[in-house]
């Protein structure tokens, strides 16, 4: 689960999560969507970098949530849906996945 990356999953988060609800009309089942990817992308963070990254990373995913909601006001939902969802893919990679990235402390029993 280490290889897997957390980038694709963080931004198809967003992205799936409005896929639902402009497929259905259904705004909480586009919520279930969101959460399931979410968690998906959280757990895969925590396993890669630790618990305090995977935090930094869901308060990221719900700040994108909540900035595509004001984009799609100005810009319409789908650019901003897609403009968060690459925002937040960029800073998974940064943060959790690229190597130079946030650095996870080594448990003391791997020293």
Do not use: K
Not at 24 to 33: C, D, F, I, K, Q
Not at 43 to 72: E, I, M, P, Q, T
Not at 83 to 90: K, N, V, Y
């Amino acid at each position: 689960m280490r290889s897997l990356p957390t980038a694709p999953f963080a931004a198809a988060s967003l992205v799936a999560g409005w896929a639902v609800v402009a497929a259905t009309g259904s705004r909480p089942l586009g919520g279930v969507a969101l959460l399931l990817c979410g968690a998906i992308t959280v757990w895969l963070a925590a396993v890669r970098r630790g618990a305090r990254a995977a935090a930094r990373l869901a308060v990221a995913g719900f700040a994108a949530f909540v900035l595509s909601h004001v984009l799609g006001l100005l810009a319409g939902a789908w650019p901003a849906v897609l403009l968060t969802a690459a925002a937040l893919g960029a800073y998974a990679w940064v943060a959790v996945d690229s190597r130079n990235g946030a650095r996870r402390r080594q448990p003391a029993f791997e020293r």
